[in-house]
């Protein structure tokens, strides 16, 4: 009895997952989440292109022409969805991973700051969402706002997690490649709006520049997953032997 009970135990402790292993999760589906509910509703978005079009084209709930470009999403629901549960999941990974940190390094300010952009990230990708661009004024102006706090907030979120993450025994590579990846984004956006707004240069399509600032954020969320999986693969290896 004793031994069936000790195995049950850790039978038990097996099917538990960690703080690590939610938050892996978490944070991969969020990328899976918005990677995949952008190529479901472009794949029926006539003439859709990557490099040209917007992102929020594809939540346009209406047919016609913005901005001089064509929009026409059939599955816009799909997309304006996407936006807001990879936000929601994206958030609770954030949430979920600091808690699970020593409680020093859960007070310093980088962790701090960590969890703040991702609840702006959160709540900035839930307003493109919720009121999609071709949202007529004034309240169309909230989805220019949150597109701004989702790609801000999200790419500050990399570097805060970055620095952060060498309380906690990261490593030198994972920190360097969290904050290159959040500069990396910032100024994406920023070329994104010199290059966008100006008839004097034209570098790269609109499109182009608008999705380094974005996917900077989910290349982040499956490298982090990824890397946490593995990890913990390797310690319970490690432990079983």
């Not at 020593?102 to 990230?121: E, K, S």
Request: charged residues 10%; proline residues 4%.
């Amino acid at each position: 009895m004793v031994a069936e009970r000790t195995v049950e135990a850790r039978s038990g402790r097996n099917l538990r997952l960690s703080p690590a292993a939610v938050t892996a999760v978490l944070w991969i589906l969020a990328a899976a989440v918005y990677v995949g509910g952008e190529a479901i509703a472009a794949s029926v978005f006539p003439g859709y292109s990557y490099a040209t079009n917007y992102i929020s084209d594809l939540g346009a709930p209406v047919v016609g022409s913005y901005q001089g470009r064509a929009v026409d999403s059939p599955l816009h629901a799909v997309m304006n969805t996407a936006f807001v549960v990879k936000g929601l999941l994206y958030l609770a990974a954030a949430l979920v991973v600091t808690r699970a940190v020593p409680a020093g390094a859960r007070r310093h300010v980088v962790t701090v700051l960590f969890i703040v952009f991702a609840g702006i990230h959160c709540i900035g990708v839930s307003l493109v969402g919720f009121v999609p661009e071709t949202t007529p004024l004034p309240a169309g102006s909230l989805h220019v706002v949150g597109a701004g706090m989702a790609i801000v907030g999200g790419n500050l979120a990399l570097i805060a997690g970055g620095i952060g993450s060498r309380h906690i025994g990261a490593s030198r590579a994972y920190i360097v490649v969290s904050v290159a990846l959040g500069v990396i984004g910032i100024a994406a956006l920023a070329m994104l709006m010199a290059d966008g707004g100006s008839v004097d240069f034209d570098i790269l399509p609109d499109g182009v520049w608008e999705r380094a600032a974005v996917y900077t954020i989910t290349v982040w969320e499956v490298l982090t997953g990824v890397l946490l999986l593995s990890s913990l693969g390797r310690a319970r290896s490690l432990s079983e032997r």
